[in-house]
């Protein structure tokens, strides 16, 4: 397995997409966090030395982005033919998923690191000195971990579906949106009568606005590791359904 996951780090540190999808993430948050005028999300304009514009702003950034880490992943063994050596190999089908999954996780979190600047800069921006909300910000970089690692348990099974990478990245990115707006959406309509907050429990964006207030909820927790868990075992039925 670990074979396996350093295989698939290779390969994104040897192609353009892991470079590309980092600098266009850094390049984005950056621009609308710092440099663009005027904007809700400009922490100069606003302020106040928080970074919750940056926690709006990058779960619609990694929305696009994961896909498109993920859309390669199966889809690519699928039209090469190269799937069904990986399926010979001493591995279970779990494991190559979870090998899989580890490595675009990681490329994500690399993506993460440098943000941390932000972080530093608002510190020392602040007036007092230092006067900013760490619990919150922890909680949040903790929701948006989370946040990352259910998107990308679905880009992986979106890619097993498929040998169009196109197609893998569509999929992906409307199962996203739906699990990270839609169900809100329909806990509006649902609303009226009682029913709509019910719905919204198993939408992201409620139990990431949760840790994002710094409280660490262990329901909030098991929901994403739940909702990761279940993507990936979608992944593996798929694969294993290449065998029949």
């Known amino acids: 397995m670990f074979a396996l996951f350093k295989k698939e780090i290779d390969s994104f540190l040897n192609s353009l997409i892991g470079y590309v999808v980092i ?3 850094l390049l984005t948050t950056g621009l609308f966090l710092w440099i663009f005028p005027g ?7 606003n302020g106040y030395a928080n970074l919750d514009a940056l926690f709006i702003l990058a779960p619609w ?16 063994e699928n039209k090469s033919g190269t799937i069904e050596l990986l399926l010979t190999r001493p591995l279970k089908d779990l494991q190559i998923v979870t090998a ?12 993460l690191l440098p943000t941390l600047i932000y972080c530093i800069s608002i510190y020392r921006l ?3 000195y230092g006067n900013i909300d760490l619990a919150s910000i922890f ?5 948006l971990i989370f946040l990352c690692s259910g998107f990308t348990a ?22 996203c949106f739906f699990f990270y707006s839609g169900f809100d959406f329909f806990s509006g309509l649902l609303s009226a009568n009682g029913a709509g907050s019910i719905f919204s429990l198993f939408g992201i964006s409620r139990h990431y606005a949760s840790l ?27 694969l294993e359904k290449r065998k029949w």
């Open 23 to 25: 600098l266009v993430f």
């Open 39 to 45: 904007t809700d999300f400009n922490i100069l304009s």
């Open 61 to 76: 950034l990694f929305l696009f982005l994961i896909p498109a880490i993920t859309m390669r992943m199966f889809s690519e």
């Open 100 to 111: 899989k999954y580890l490595a675009a996780v990681i490329l994500v979190l690399f993506s």
């Open 126 to 128: 602040a007036s007092p």
């Open 139 to 143: 909680g949040s970089y903790i929701g």
């Open 154 to 175: 679905i880009g992986v099974f979106s890619s097993s579906l498929t040998n169009n990478q196109i197609i893998a990245f569509i999929v992906a990115v409307l199962l």
């Open 212 to 238: 994002s207030r710094g409280v660490i909820d262990t329901r909030d927790l098991v929901y994403f590791i739940s909702l990761t868990a279940f993507f990936l075992v979608l992944a593996k039925f798929v």
